[in-house]
């Protein structure tokens, strides 16, 4: 037999375990939230539009797209992170800091038009979850949204941490609503296993649907949006205490971009294992609802809604706090905030109205992005590489590497798309 004093010992060992364990999760969850807010731009409308489409052409084979998306998008959402938590200023606040008047008032503008076309593309897929799961008309869905959206983002008032819950709560729907997709369609995990890790392209059709899967998933308004989320927990003036906090957001970043990943790599793996096994080319969403009862029933169909009513309203939101935050940081201009959440969403409204197409219109949204994304990282990488903004946090030489890479590939496939678009060779 032990003695009694060993088994104290022991147990007042696993109860510091216990109590350093339950210190160590409460304070990382602290910090997370910003990197979940951003990540509902991964996984927006655009992303359904594009992911649909890949899966119910070309198969499982485009999977490595998305991977290879997610991590160029985890390094640019951990560099703007770390440009917030270093200098204490959003990007577009250092861009008013240390560019010429002309280039604040270019960025300004680019910006301006980013917001927009974001916000066009979240709103018309919220309007579309309501006409899908409920069939209300479009002009009236699109009414609701535009409530539902400044409900959302008015719960700022509340401090950012509610926002904070309510968009985690829409993700999570998103991931049970395609998690039980998944689960229907039963994929085939040997060639998603392969395809994820090994790239192919089938032809040059193929080429334009995976830029634009990238172009759908590195977002520019979301690069300066995450350098001001993380500013409500930036109150540490230490340089050990910035350097915790960028190793919590981190962490943020990871969970969060990772949850993403796999929602993307969920809507291509359903559209493959439902569509393509059919023969059914889907390019549009409303299609791709349609098609899912008949093939999976209605509760397939009735999830894939629920997932794209989430996607709309948590991603409409966010596009308005990205608005907010652009709007008035190049060039100090002071708007009313209502009126900057009205100037967003009024495109989609105005669209809607006059009986646009949905989807034409989600297309021109995304080359519109294409021409803004050099906005947003080309500043980034400057700004995020001067030794007297960043201090210790500065880009080392590796990361400088590596983050002009990621900027010319996405610049060049955005190039390629543009080109693709344009000359109709899609």
């Known amino acids: 037999m032990y003695p009694e004093t060993e088994f104290k010992d022991l147990t007042l060992t696993k109860s510091k375990y216990r109590w350093d364990l339950t210190t160590k999760v409460k304070g990382v969850l602290k910090y997370l939230g910003p990197a979940f807010i951003v990540s509902v731009a991964y996984v ?62 270019f960025l300004w503008t680019i910006a301006c038009i980013t917001a927009m076309a974001t916000t066009l593309a979240e709103f018309l897929g919220a309007s579309l979850g309501l006409y899908l799961l409920f069939r209300i008309p479009l002009t009236y869905a699109g009414v609701i949204t535009v409530i539902l959206t400044f409900i959302i983002v008015n719960l700022q008032k509340y401090g950012q941490r509610a926002v904070e ?20 369609a039963d994929p ?22 995976a830029v634009g899967m990238l172009g759908a998933t590195v977002m520019p ?26 190793k919590m957001e981190k962490i943020d970043i990871t969970i969060a971009m990772n949850i ?7 809507m291509v793996i359903v559209s493959a294992a439902v569509f393509f096994s059919q023969g059914i080319a ?23 809604g629920i997932a794209l009513l989430a996607s709309g309203l948590s991603s409409s939101a966010v596009g308005a706090m990205a608005g907010e935050s652009l709007m008035d940081g190049f060039v100090n201009l002071k708007i009313n905030t209502n009126l900057k959440r009205i ?30 994304l050099p906005a947003a990282v080309i500043p980034l990488m400057i700004i995020s590489s ?11 030489p590796s990361t400088k590497v590596i983050g002009w890479i990621i900027t010319s590939i996405i610049i060049s496939l955005n190039l390629v798309l543009l080109f693709l678009t344009f000359t109709g060779k899609n």
Not at 80 to 103: E, W, Y
Not at 166 to 184: D, K, P, Q
Not at 260 to 266: D, E
Request: aromatic share 8%; proline share 3%; glycine share 6%.
């Open 221 to 246: 308004h979301v690069i300066y949006l995450h350098s001001a989320l993380v500013q409500s927990r930036n109150k540490n003036s230490t340089k050990e205490e910035k350097a915790r906090h960028l």
């Open 165 to 184: 819950l309510v968009i985690t709560v829409l993700v999570s729907v998103i991931c049970i609503a395609y998690g039980f997709e998944v689960i229907l």
């Open 386 to 396: 001067k030794k007297d903004i960043m201090g210790e946090m500065v880009n080392r």
């Open 260 to 266: 993403a990943f796999l929602v993307n790599s969920a």
């Open 282 to 304: 889907v390019d549009s969403i409303e299609q791709a609802h349609k098609s899912l009862q008949p093939l999976l029933g209605s509760l397939s169909s009735g999830a894939f």
């Open 343 to 372: 100037i967003t969403m009024a495109p989609g409204m105005i669209i809607i109205l006059l009986g646009v197409n949905p989807m034409k219109a989600l297309v021109s949204s995304q080359v519109i992005l294409s021409f803004a």
């Open 44 to 105: 927006d409308p655009g992303n359904f539009a594009t992911n649909i489409t890949g899966g119910s052409v070309f198969n499982y084979n485009l999977i490595w797209v998305i991977l290879w998306s997610n991590l160029m998008a985890i390094f640019l959402q951990t560099l703007s992170a770390k440009l917030g938590i270093a200098t204490g200023f959003n990007l577009s606040q250092m861009c008013g800091k240390i560019f010429s008047k002309k280039v604040n008032w």
């Open 188 to 209: 085939k995990w040997t060639s998603v296993a392969l395809h994820a890790l090994v790239p192919s392209l089938p032809n040059s059709n193929a080429l334009y649907v």
